[in-house]
């Protein structure tokens, strides 16, 4: 028997992209949300950016709801497209100012909807919007726990406690899950290709957070891959 035969297809994914991953999870500009030290004009530009990007997450959702034929796939791609929209008007909300997309957006935006047109079964899809979700869940588990090490007085204000806080929560653990138990489903046919986005999917979150430290100005006119 295979010996990836006892991990989950999903499971497979993110053990290929853990470089990544790491790499990710070790940013300067997750450490800095952490400490709170980040400034708050880099983190409204973070997050303007992520705006952007979640507006088309969720639609992806239901455009791939719309081509399932299975009803409680179709349940659950709508559960996760509501999902992601109240992610998206949560952090609207806190930071309304209109900005335009960077290149790292754009890039990661078209390489959505180009995986979107394939001829793939909305499960294989998948392998294009997991890595986003299973990257900031665990992003909020480990960052979560650094948070709780720094032992701060309950008086002292954390400007970013309540986004760690937010990746951290059952409520979005649990969305990640479903979205990976989706992904499991994928077709022996689409595995090899499936994994491959999966792995460049976890590369265009990185060179997200990389063109996120860079002044806005710069940003704009980065070169989009």
């Known amino acids: 028997m295979d010996s990836q035969s006892v991990y989950r297809f999903s499971e497979i994914c993110f ?17 800095d949300i952490v400490t709170g030290k980040l400034s708050s004009q880099l983190f409204q530009q973070f997050s303007s950016q992520d ?10 959702y239901c455009e791939l709801a719309l081509r399932c034929e299975n009803f409680e796939t179709f349940h659950k791609l709508l559960l996760l497209a509501k999902n992601t929209a109240e992610e998206r008007q949560q952090l609207a909300t806190l930071f309304p100012n209109r ?5 790292a ?10 995986n979107l047109r394939k001829s793939w079964s ?12 299973k990257l900031y869940a665990y992003i909020g588990e480990q960052k979560w726990k650094e948070f709780l090490e ?6 002292t204000h954390h400007p970013y406690q309540w986004w760690i806080k937010f990746y951290s929560s059952e409520h979005f653990q649990q969305a990640t899950r479903i979205a990976e138990e989706l992904l499991d489903n994928c077709e022996t046919e689409y595995l090899d290709e499936a994994q491959q986005t999966y792995i460049q999917a976890m590369y265009f979150e990185k060179q997200f957070f990389d063109n996120s430290l860079l002044p806005l100005h710069e940003n704009l006119h980065t070169k989009e891959d």
């Not at 053990?15 to 450490?31: F, G």
């Not at 957006?105 to 180009?114: A, E, G």
């Open 15 to 31: 053990i290929k992209a853990k470089t990544i991953v790491d790499d990710c999870l070790q940013h300067t500009l997750l450490a």
């Open 51 to 60: 705006v952007l990007f979640l507006d088309k997450f969720s639609r992806a």
């Open 99 to 103: 900005t335009l997309p960077t290149g």
């Open 105 to 114: 957006t754009n890039t990661y935006i078209r390489f959505l909807q180009t």
């Open 122 to 133: 909305p499960y294989a899809c998948m392998a294009a919007l997991v890595p986003c979700m």
């Open 150 to 155: 720094l032992n701060l007085d309950s008086t």
